[in-house]
């Protein structure tokens, strides 16, 4: 039995929107979710947030990788050792070796998500 084509929407993250600084101080307040009464729409701005932040926590690990390989490239003449990038970003030295290779691979373009 051949299996359904799978036809996956990709959802768009929502929006990252800043918040005022007073609201942020308030412990209970998180994007304005606190205020949505409808658990419909709670759940579906939630999910929208859940998705933005994978998003962008994703992008930002790509963004350490670049630059962990960068700083490590030995073509620089300030090039730094695994350790000293593993101690700048808190990392132990064999995740920053990882890293390094992952920002290397997304450099030349030979990583595939």
């Known amino acids: 039995m051949a299996e ?5 929407r990709r959802l768009r993250p929502a929006p990252l929107l800043f918040e005022p600084s007073e609201v942020v101080a308030d412990p209970e307040h998180f994007f304005d979710l606190e205020s949505i ?3 419909r729409e709670l759940l579906a701005r939630a999910t929208e947030l859940t998705l933005a932040f994978r998003a962008a926590q994703e992008r930002a690990v790509e963004f350490q990788a670049v630059a962990a390989a ?3 490239d030995p073509r620089r003449f300030d090039r730094m050792p695994p350790a000293a990038i593993a101690e700048r970003a808190e990392w132990t030295e064999d995740y920053a070796l ?3 290779e992952f920002g290397e691979s997304l450099q030349h373009g030979t990583d595939t998500p």
């Open 4 to 8: 359904p084509e799978r036809t996956e």
């Open 98 to 100: 990882k890293m390094i």
């Open 37 to 39: 009464e409808d658990p």
């Open 70 to 72: 960068q700083l490590a």
